[in-house]
T-cell receptor, first 111, second 117 residues
Framework: GQQLNQSPQSMFIQEGEDVSMNCTSS?????WLWYKQDPGEGPVLLIA?????ELTSNGRLTAQFGITRKDSFLNISASIPSDVGIYFC???????????FGKGTKLSVIP | GAVVSQHPSRVICKSGTSVKIECRSL??????MFWYRQFPKQSLMLMAT?????????EQGVEKDKFLINHASLTLSTLTVTSAHPEDSSFYIC?????????????FGPGTRLTVL
């Protein structure tokens, strides 16, 4: 099946620092998504990307859809304690409603 | 916004019993619902895709006779774990896709924690 390589697996940062994480794939995808999951909850959509090269922001979050359509990154600026959680990338193939998720990046923010 | 609920939020059962988990779209009609399983410290793995009024499509390796899915209405899908065993203990999450929505638009429920003793 499709496989996404998400890195880093986990990160510990100081409050106020910027964060960057990314996902790569060996296949081309038409939609890249970034979700955040809090403990014991379902994922919540943060940013959706539909076009190669697209750069989209949502508050302190910025994500880009790679020009090759095989990768994406998510940046969080000026991190705060409530940014703690697991961030997942996900992809949707052409004409498919199904999502494939990366393995997640666990973010810990030290106050 | 679109809200998806799941019930129960957590359940503990004895080995060999069956457990039913409900997934409801509260303020929209969901033509398609998805069921995922998430083991500790792992990602979400799609188990099956359920379309209203038709049989669910299961992913490779997921036993359809063990994980019974019913999507009888546009707002409700159920997952029944039959003859549950300890290895079925996991976090089960559903998502729903609305009518006419673009392909990515899945709204996730809060999940159900199943523990089989």
């Amino acid at each position: 099946g499709q496989q996404l390589n998400q890195s880093p697996q986990s990160m510990f940062i100081q409050e106020g620092e910027d964060v960057s994480m990314n996902c790569t794939s060996s296949s081309i995808f038409n939609t890249w998504l970034w979700y955040k999951q809090d403990p014991g909850e379902g994922p919540v959509l943060l940013i959706a990307l539909y076009k190669a090269g697209e750069l989209t922001s949502n508050g302190r979050l910025t994500a880009q859809f790679g020009i090759t359509r095989k990768d994406s990154f998510l940046n969080i600026s000026a991190s705060i304690p409530s940014d703690v959680g697991i961030y997942f990338c996900a992809v949707a193939g052409a004409g498919s409603y199904q999502l494939t998720f990366g393995k997640g990046t666990k973010l810990s923010v030290i106050p | 916004g679109a809200v998806v609920s799941q019930h129960p939020s957590r359940v503990i059962c004895k080995s060999g019993t069956s457990v039913k988990i409900e997934c409801r779209s509260l303020d929209f009609q969901a033509t398609t619902m998805f069921w995922y399983r998430q083991f500790p410290k792992q990602s979400l793995m799609l188990m099956a895709t359920s379309n209203e009024g038709s049989k669910a499509t299961y992913e490779q390796g997921v036993e359809k006779d063990k994980f019974l899915i019913n999507h009888a209405s546009l707002t409700l899908s159920t997952l029944t774990v039959t003859s549950a065993h300890p290895e079925d203990s996991s976090f089960y999450i559903c998502s729903a896709r609305g009518q006419g929505a673009v392909s990515y638009t899945q709204y996730f429920g809060p999940g159900t924690r199943l523990t089989v003793l």
